[in-house]
């Protein structure tokens, strides 16, 4: 692989990272971006300014969806170093949704070098107050200017940075969950545990009507029985029932979290039991009414950890409480969250240290 070459604007001033950031409202001044194409591979990797993309009318992306792309983040921690957090579990997720989407791999040790030296180049971008953290967007999508249903014979790498603040504007509060079976989001053997953009463009419609009816997202269920749950929009979902800890199983419509990886890791850890198995909606609300149901919770990237308080389903309502300090989703945010600044014991070696080396500006 080249080396990197480094296009790197001066800024006239220093960082300001604004006061009340939002979710994918800011960016940084740099971007890492690289070219692939047949006899020359991934080449030209090269850091340079933010800019915006000059593309063809007929670049295929646009037309048959073939793109990919991860969501990771990079912390300040108590020390004041900047490091990413379970960088090379997405990294490799990146490789098996290029697989999928036949997209070429990229070299996961390269792009761990590339991610490292752009955070480290934008780490006065690193916000450090609570629930705040540098977003890190990869994403790889094919450059063919061709209009014709086939792969890509030419891609285009690039990983964008953002400031970000809490991803719901509830922030760590309980959201209301919709569970519906008006529509489908994916089914086995298809794209469902892919990270690319159809599956969320899938997803756009039924999240609309939810949100008209006052819910934050909506709970999908399986497509072909309509019964058992799956995940919701922008996360993993658990349910802690009285003898268990229950999330659905990875079969091929669920998107392997990395979170929900590390929240199953830190629960079986502490001796819980945890199960991934299928899981009804209807012995959800069953197991309710016998008070067997404890709380409900997302597992993602952008918000770590989600305390359901509201899940509905065809008008039958299933209310949480959270007053608790011990309870067990805040608990998880709570040392989750930790682990990400090094504020304890990175026990798992989930933190990658950016490169101090890196270029500065």
């Excluded at 007929?58 to 990771?72: K, N, P, R, S, V």
């Excluded at 939810?210 to 999908?220: C, M, P, R, S």
């Excluded at 998880?332 to 080396?357: G, H």
Aim: hydrophobic content about 40%; aromatic content about 10%.
């Amino acid at each position: 692989m080249e080396k990197i070459k480094y296009l790197i604007k001066e800024r006239p001033t220093k960082v300001q990272i604004p006061e009340n950031l939002g979710f994918g409202l800011t960016y940084t001044d740099h971007i890492f971006e690289m070219d692939y194409e047949p006899g020359k591979d991934w080449h030209n990797p090269t850091i340079k300014p933010i800019e915006n993309l000059l593309i063809h009318p007929a670049t295929m992306f646009i037309h048959y969806a073939q793109a990919i792309f991860e969501g990771l983040k990079a912390f300040k921690t108590t020390s004041g170093e900047a490091v990413m957090f379970r960088a090379d579990r997405h990294i490799a997720r990146l490789n098996r949704s290029a697989k999928r989407i036949c997209i070429p791999e990229v070299d996961p040790q390269f792009v761990m070098h590339a991610m490292s030296e752009l955070v480290s180049i934008e780490k006065d971008w690193i916000p450090t107050r609570e629930q705040e953290a540098l977003y890190i967007r990869p994403f790889i999508y094919g450059s063919d200017e061709f209009l014709g249903v086939r792969p890509s014979s030419k891609y285009k790498f690039i990983i964008l940075l953002s400031p970000v603040g809490a991803y719901y504007p509830e922030g760590f509060k309980p959201v209301k969950i919709l569970a519906q079976d008006e529509f489908v989001r994916a089914v086995r053997k298809g794209m469902g545990e892919c990270k690319t953009p159809a599956n969320y463009a899938a997803s756009l419609l039924a999240g609309k009507k939810a949100k008209e009816q006052g819910f934050t997202q909506v709970l999908w269920l399986d497509a072909i029985e309509q019964k058992y749950i799956e995940e919701v929009g922008t996360m993993n979902i658990f349910v802690q029932f009285k003898n268990e800890i229950a999330t659905p199983k990875l079969l091929g419509t669920v998107l392997p979290g990395i979170t929900r990886e590390s929240v199953i890791q830190i629960l079986r850890d502490r001796g819980l039991t945890v199960n991934e198995r299928l899981i009804s909606i209807n012995e959800v609300m069953d197991e309710y009414k016998k008070g067997n149901v404890l709380r409900v919770f997302g597992t993602g990237t952008a918000a770590v950890i989600s305390p359901v308080g509201l899940l509905s389903y065809k008008g039958f309502e299933m209310k949480f409480d959270y007053s608790d300090p011990n309870d067990l989703a805040v608990d998880l945010f709570k040392e989750i969250t930790a682990m990400q600044r090094a504020e304890v014991e990175d026990r798992y070696n989930w933190l990658t240290y950016v490169d101090k080396k890196g270029v500065e500006v």
